[in-house]
């Protein structure tokens, strides 16, 4: 969440490359706040088919498939992150690299599926909502998570620190508009869309991340912008 101007620019695939290793000890307020609002709106998982959509560490599918979903899958295209996913036992053997534009499965598979902050990194987004049309089952509920538009505007980017410096991985900011457009096109409803913004449940990330002083400043803006969106009942 670093000014761009502090950060080196890398393109996505050698960004995680190198964010794998750290990616989930790092402490990260946008993920905690993402997760707190997430959480909350994913319907029961008992019986359902999920698909864990640019997966990375699998954080998602590992808590998907500890809730109660009967089938799960993850899907990245990064290596490195994939490792990671499989030190996860709920994970372990439920990976797959595959892009996000030609997932390897057959139609209407997938009673949920869940794409974290992943579309900002990617440059054609209707491909990604037609083939996740294509792959969701009819009512399917999709779940879409990235950084907000107004934090873009403010000049906010996916990025991270390691041994080499500090990093911004590409991205291609979106407004809201722009974000649903493509899903609607590809056959879903909007359900729900949902502006998250950091509060006391995130202070102490922000601590652990050294940013204390900047917790108030943050708090201003919306951070995380979720979008819910459901295949229609008639395929």
Same mark, same amino acid.
């Given at each position: ?52 959509? *640019?997966?990375?560490?699998? $954080?998602?599918? /590992?808590?998907?498939? #500890?809730?109660?979903?009967? +089938?799960?899958?993850? &899907? ?81 980017? *996916?990025?991270?620190?390691? $041994?080499?410096? /500090?990093?911004?991985? #590409?991205?291609?900011?979106? +407004?809201?508009?722009? &974000? ?56």
């Amino acid at each position: 969440m670093s000014p761009p101007r502090e950060r080196n620019c890398v393109s996505v695939q050698e960004g995680y490359e190198r964010w794998a290793p750290t990616y989930d000890r790092d402490p990260n307020p946008l993920l905690a706040l993402e997760e707190r609002q997430l959480k909350l709106m994913i319907p029961p998982m008992a019986g359902k088919r999920v698909l864990d959509l *640019a997966c990375g560490t699998g $954080r998602w599918l /590992a808590w998907l498939m #500890t809730g109660g979903a009967s +089938s799960g899958v993850g &899907v990245d295209f990064s290596p490195a992150m994939l490792t990671a996913a499989m030190e996860k036992p709920a994970v372990r053997g439920r990976v797959v690299q595959a892009d996000c534009r030609a997932v390897p499965f057959a139609h209407a598979v997938f009673d949920l599926v869940v794409c974290s902050f992943a579309l900002g990194h990617i440059a054609d987004l209707r491909s990604v909502a037609r083939e996740v049309g294509r792959v969701a089952a009819a009512g399917a509920d999709v779940f879409v998570s990235d950084l907000h538009p107004r934090a873009y505007g403010q000049g906010w980017q *996916a990025g991270f620190r390691d $041994r080499r410096g /500090a990093v911004e991985i #590409t991205t291609w900011p979106r +407004s809201a508009q722009e &974000v649903l457009a493509p899903w609607v096109s590809a056959g879903f409803d909007c359900a729900q869309l949902v502006d998250c913004r950091f509060s006391e449940p995130e202070r102490q990330v922000f601590t652990q991340a050294g940013k204390t002083r900047a917790f108030e400043d943050f708090c201003q803006v919306p951070a995380v912008l979720i979008c819910h969106f459901q295949r229609s009942a008639r395929r």
